[in-house]
């Protein structure tokens, strides 16, 4: 069987397991909303696997879809497959039907993009552009207003050359943009999500039941229990029930029982009272057969004596201090407000607020319940909204991304990525003349970061914003670059020191790498900054920028504490030249870079997943995975400096360390620790000795203040920083403690076992 055979094999056994999941939640789910979502993601992998098969799909190609050049942005679904559809294609939307019923024209796409041709049309993209008040949603859309823009600034051959490559997409994709009651975002700022989906949000929650059942047992039915018992008590004499009946006792035993009834029908959250064994239940049956003059038997008796009995006991009698004390904090819990009841005031006050945007301040959502809505919503005035209840509201609260991480609004770096292209977008505008060509831009650079990335083979690139016609047509209109570098190149390092300060411990996640990639690109910052390969899918290649990074990293890492635990020779490295186009990889590879990572990961033999992550894993080791990048050129330093920044990414690797004892899949765990303990050791290697020596005593103490298990899988780690810390290296044989702390490993990793000369020696560590 050839390469390209197995790895068809692969894509369709993944493509197969993503059907059986999608199917297995789509019959047999609880929630209906979330059966109807994996039988849409059923009828997109079912696309997919036909379109591998009749041939109209090329997986692992930049150009996926037959019939659709590279520019077209393809429908994906999970781990990169394109399913067949155009993100622009589909039914029309109901803004391209309204427009045609405007326009007078059939709801159809050509005919929508034939009237958009037209002087009237022509004035109506016009109007959009001047106002600003438009939608991107998917890159293609901002083509028509480019046309419109270029006719406008007197450029009728771009404009036509523009029109020549799309036209005969004109019937099937969506060209026209959608309108906006909304005014252009502010670049500056971010929010999760806008005030209408936060306000969707809340509405979705629903009463917990159990607190629901809480209030109504402390409510309802625990003072009615102590009626029933000060009823009792009544014909108590000489500490024996039912030794005498006052008179109208029974009548009021018969309005007991009535009433009981009525709470019964109206409050059915809490079932305790129906338990036969239950004393309310008790006494409440034994009213009921006085009352039909049957009376009691000596079983009964004693039953409603043992419960007046217990209950008085643990309570007191109705009445007395420390009963009337008990009920009294019982009647506060349940005359709180519930997570269900606030989450309806929050609803209340967002209602009247713009649903598409963010908020720059959420402080005032969150006050205490004023009087005026305690008299609309029953909520008690004052009553405070939890943080449970805060924490979704935050969501939209616009602001810088360094504000929202130190809020908590952003819990990680893979968050940050998915809202920084709108802060990117904002440096875009300044390469233009033009404010509404600015705008418009800004708007498709913020669509096309939405574009999912393909899965591609031999190194294909992803598909970039350059490369989309109606961008390529006004590149003639950019400005000189000097202000819009310098607004890059501040973008650039706020934004790589609002990563490093906010998630020290976490390598850089694609989506956000290429963000760093663009800023540095129009910065003019020349910097290899390379993605995390999939090590399922992993051809044993490495471009040339894999290469120049690894050597960048020497510039900052040669003769570093970094250099010396893991081994690395980078003098070596600076001299390997060996770049070149290579058995038909796309880009240009280094084989003499690829052959130092597979020795170093050890030979290990195939391409199987833990085989690939081990030769993947020590290029991230080579290069830093673009730490160095961003210390050198990008020249991030983020504040309160790297000695912070070694001390967090230690807890973090404790806490996972901690997550291994027991846990029946570590490996994953393992290898986050593993990839924290790199970026720890980044970190110390750029402090002075005196702060390495400082920091290892704290790393020491820290370690001990865990789990004995947790400090046991540390202790051969800890050696190996100790022996590196005094002048040796680690080179990557024998006991752990000689060996550096890796994240693959093709025998299971050492850490789920560790071997007994390795226990002592953290049982011994512990101790002291």
Known sequence: MNHDDAQMRVETGYVSGQMAKAFTTALSHADAATRRRAEERLRRWEQVLAGMSDGTLAIGSRTPVDGLPAWVTPEVVRGGFATGEAAAGGPLTSHEIEAARRAGVPADRRALFLHHLTDAGMAELGALLDSGRYEITVPETAALLTVAWLLRAGDGDAALTLLEEIEPFAGRLRFLPQPSDAPPPDGTVVHRETVGEVHDRLGERRPNQAVEAMNEALAVWNPFADELLAHWLETVESGQVASTEPEGWRERGSELLERYRRLAAAHTLCSKHRRPKENLAVLRTALEEIVAGRGLNQRRRGLVQHAMDSMVSRRGAPGSPRHTGLRDGQSLVAARPTHHALAQVLIARMSALPRDAGLPSTDWLTEPVTEDEEDRTGVAAGSEIPGSLRRPVDRALSAPAAVLVERGVIPSAEVLAALVPRLVASTTPLAYRDDTLRSLMAAAYRAFRKRRSLLLLNLEHQVRLEELPWVRAVSGYRREPGEARRHARVALVELGEVALRGFPATILPNPLIQELGALATRAGVEVPLVEELAADIFMGAFSGKFLRAAQLAADVLEGTLYERYYGIDYAAIRAIDDTAQHRG?????????????????????????????????????????????LVHPIGVDPAPGRSDLARRAFVTVCRLVTRVHGNPRPLGIIKDAAYAWRQMLFYMALCGLEDQITLTAWIQDEAKRHPEHAVRRLAPVLAGLRHVLVGGRLDGGGAPETRPFLGWSSDGHWMRHLPARARGMAARSHRA
Not at 600 to 624: C, H, K, Y
């Open 585 to 629: 990889f796309q880009a240009r590879t280094s084989e003499t870079f690829a052959a130092l990572c597979r020795r170093r990961a050890g030979d290990p033999g195939g391409r199987w997943v833990a085989a690939n992550g081990m030769v993947i894993e020590q290029a991230q080791i080579l290069t830093s995975h673009n730490l160095a990048a």
